[in-house]
């Protein structure tokens, strides 16, 4: 099976860091969560 593009679920801490270690191992990534500045915190 091969997986292209990853969602991850909550961008706090974890969920900023799994994203984050996911794209750089070259996959696409779109991070969820219910607050909207949550999300845009875990851009930086």
Not at 12 to 21: E, T
Request: glycine content about 14%; overall charge positive.
């Amino acid at each position: 099976m091969g997986f292209k593009h990853i969602t991850v679920a909550g961008s706090g801490v974890l969920g900023s860091q799994i994203a984050y270690q996911t794209a750089y191992s070259g996959f696409q990534v779109s991070v969820y969560d219910i607050s909207e500045g949550s999300t845009r915190n875990s851009k930086r």
